[in-house]
């Protein structure tokens, strides 16, 4: 487990280095702010470091608002880190800004060789949402405008790379619109926003999405404090990682602590979910929890397994 004595710890995303170590990358915010709910707007991204997924060694933050004014200087929220091609570490994430009190989200990039050292790739966003299909800020319809928790990984045919998104759709039942937003690129660099993977399906948002192969079948899994039931993590099937995703037939995750769970290959070569400890008894815990090893049933979802029991197959997953 990663918990900071002094600081709040939620949402991460991790990749795994040439020595085999993994990389964790999270929110974190201070304790001292006493409230739970004030961390979003004091988030920075946090970095530690481990060989088996339990055990963490904290290194010094990935990246912090930017000065003001920018377009991400209040905050900086969830994303992922990806290999390039070229050998470089490029770490996708969300930015908001004083100018509108954080409520417009918008997807950067910074760039490591090491990562360790993080610099940002220009001064602008690099990928914003498209009103062609996506919904804008509209207080009426939703309290915030959804483009965040970007997800890159590689095109399987070989064409390009995707990023999917936590976006609304323009239309509809407002309390519903929650969609996977989609963007291209040939580079990584140049993105390019197209219609969302999924139908809105009673989900007014699905957060920190992510695709992987689990026993030879294409998931969704993504979570989302604004559905139709009291669950909060859910798994999607599709034709493939592109999609379209069913979210319609989404089908609940039951631990009753865990949030914006990630997949990620266990050190018995599994699939498992690490995500971070919410609410227990009533109190926020804000740690990351220990990975918890899953395979896939196609009547039940993510189910637990055995430690050492390995899933059938563990290709196109967590990026890195």
Do not use: K
């Not at 390039?84 to 996708?92: E, H, K, S």
């Not at 619109?177 to 963007?183: F, K, S, T, W």
Request: a negative charge; glycine letters at 10%; aromatic letters at 10%.
């Amino acid at each position: 487990m990663l918990r900071l004595p002094d600081h709040w710890v939620w949402d991460s995303w991790y990749a795994r280095d040439d020595d085999g170590a993994w990389h964790a990358f999270f929110l974190r915010a201070s304790r001292a702010l006493l409230d739970p709910e004030r961390r979003h707007q004091r988030a920075s991204i946090g970095h530690a470091v481990s060989t088996d997924l339990r055990s963490w060694r904290l290194l010094p933050d990935a990246l912090v608002a930017a000065d003001a004014p920018n377009w991400d200087d209040l905050a900086v929220w969830t994303g992922c880190t990806v290999r390039a091609p070229d050998g470089r570490w490029l770490l996708y994430y969300t930015g908001v800004s004083r100018t509108e009190h954080g409520l417009v989200q918008r997807v950067g990039l910074a760039v490591s060789d090491d990562l360790i050292t993080w610099r940002r790739h220009g001064t602008e966003p690099l990928v914003e949402a498209d009103p062609t299909w996506y919904e804008l800020l509209d207080p009426d319809a939703w309290y915030e405008q959804a483009w965040r928790d970007p997800w890159v990984f590689p095109d399987p045919a070989g064409d390009g790379w995707h990023m999917l998104l936590t976006a609304r759709a323009n239309a509809g039942p407002p309390a519903g619109r929650g969609v996977i937003g989609h963007a291209t690129s040939p580079d990584l660099l140049h993105w390019t926003v197209q219609p969302p993977l999924s139908a809105p399906a009673a989900f007014g948002h699905l957060e920190v999405p992510q695709v992987a192969v689990v026993d030879g079948h294409p998931i969704l899994l993504f979570c989302t404090n604004a559905g139709p039931s009291e669950h909060r993590v859910w798994v999607a099937p599709g034709p493939g990682l592109t999609g379209p995703w069913d979210v319609a037939a989404a089908r609940p995750y039951a631990d009753p602590h865990l949030y914006a769970p990630r997949l990620v290959t266990d050190v018995d070569g599994g699939w498992s979910v690490i995500g971070f400890l919410d609410r227990v008894d009533g109190a926020f815990v804000g740690a990351l929890s220990d990975p918890s090893p899953v395979r896939y049933h196609p009547a039940a979802g993510l189910v637990p397994r055995a430690p050492g029991a390995l899933p059938l197959s563990t290709s196109d997953g967590p990026n890195g």
